[in-house]
């Protein structure tokens, strides 16, 4: 059996808002278990925690996580941040307001409302086109790609 990512813990200041606000986006339930509020997505449960309960940790690190959804649920998605005001942008830089149509699909990241970790959500997942850290390049691959 391949092996799959069956859990990771999100470190936030506020497990309920956080997992409430990621749950909305996504239309998915919350669950309270033990120390956390679980987001199930996919075969991966996202488990929020209140860094002030990690007696190992004593920060919220941003962290990135994306979510490959369908177009409605982008749909969806895109009236859920206009009503709690946030604004989804093209790239990760954060530096062009907006949806990005990479690989055929389309795309956005922003940064939660609790701990600003970096969100993403894309309707085409990636391919093999190798990335580049200078962004035009890494733009201009994907965007060929979406032109196939
Ligand atoms: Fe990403």
Redesign the pocket.
Known sequence: MPATLNHTIVFTNDKVSAAGFLSELLGIETTAWGPFVKVHVGETDLEFMNVKDAEWNDHVAPQ???FLITEEEMDRVLERLEAHSVEPYTS?LYNERGVNHFYGGR?C?IRDIVDGH?L?F?TAA?DDTPADVEDAKWRKAAVAKDHR
Do not use: F, K, S
Request: hydrophobic share 30%.
């Open positions: 990135h996580l994306c990760p795309g990241y970096m993403e894309i990636y």
